[in-house]
Antibody
Framework: QVQLQESGPGLVKPSETLSLTCTVSGGSIIGYYWSWFRQPPGKRLEWIGYIYSSGNTNYNPSLKSPVTMSVDTSADQVSLKVTSVTAADTAVYYC???????????WGQGTLVTVSS | DIQMTQSPSSLSASVGDRVTITCRASQDISNYLAWFQQTPGKAPKALIYAASILQSGVPSRFSGSGSGTDFTLTIASLQPEDFATYYCQQFRRYPLTFGQGTRLDIK
């Protein structure tokens, strides 16, 4: 059974870089699309972007803070970096895997990141 | 971006009730729509994709319909574990976008 687990610091200072890792267990990241989503407190879900296992990416142009995603196929991990964060980046961050048809049906449990000095 | 609007934003119902939630897209998305259920502190759980296909393991009391711009999620007979927030999500075009959510409370 494939499971996803997000990890990273729960507190980041404004203007610094938020770094999260999604570790995949019970399966490989190869051959799949992986997305990051986030949900600010009390707000709707927001798609951040996706990365394919080959490294191809597509990011949400509506995001105000620059985003970078990467993959480590040897460790079955997908990473997210958000630079120059502000309080608006405070959210629960989720990673998710797409089916072959692109539906995000498998999600991690999420991790809360608070941006505060 | 494609805007997704759900109605109602909140709803009170009783165990055993039949409930319908509506999702409207700002442009034609064909059947590229999914429904998720979220309880407090938990990750979204996929219920339905491609507008009407039930995700494996989801009870058959959940059903979805619609195409184009108008979609519905129906729960045939509410169970205690169904009280949650429900979101629709479109997959027709990037960026992927979600509705604002419908909070389903116990009456």
């Amino acid at each position: 059974q494939v499971q996803l687990q997000e990890s990273g610091p729960g507190l980041v200072k404004p203007s610094e870089t938020l770094s999260l890792t999604c570790t995949v267990s019970g399966g490989s990241i190869i051959g799949y699309y992986w997305s990051w989503f986030r949900q600010p407190p009390g707000k709707r879900l927001e798609w951040i972007g996706y990365i394919y296992s080959s490294g191809n990416t597509n990011y949400n142009p509506s995001l105000k803070s620059p985003v970078t995603m990467s993959v480590d196929t040897s460790a079955d991990q997908v990473s997210l970096k958000v630079t120059s964060v502000t309080a608006a980046d405070t959210a629960v961050y989720y990673c998710a895997r797409a089916t072959n048809n692109g539906w995000y049906l498998l999600w991690g449990q999420g991790t809360l990141v608070t941006v505060s000095s | 971006d494609i805007q997704m609007t759900q109605s109602p934003s909140s709803l009170s119902a009783s165990v055993g009730d039949r409930v319908t939630i509506t999702c409207r897209a700002s442009q034609d998305i064909s059947n590229y729509l999914a429904w998720f259920q979220q309880t407090p502190g938990k990750a979204p759980k996929a219920l339905i994709y491609a507008a009407s296909i039930l995700q494996s393991g989801v009870p058959s009391r959940f059903s979805g319909s619609g195409s184009g711009t108008d979609f519905t999620l129906t729960i045939a007979s509410l169970q205690p574990e169904d009280f949650a927030t429900y979101y629709c999500q479109q997959f027709r075009r990037y960026p992927l976008t979600f509705g604002q959510g419908t909070r389903l409370d116990i009456k």
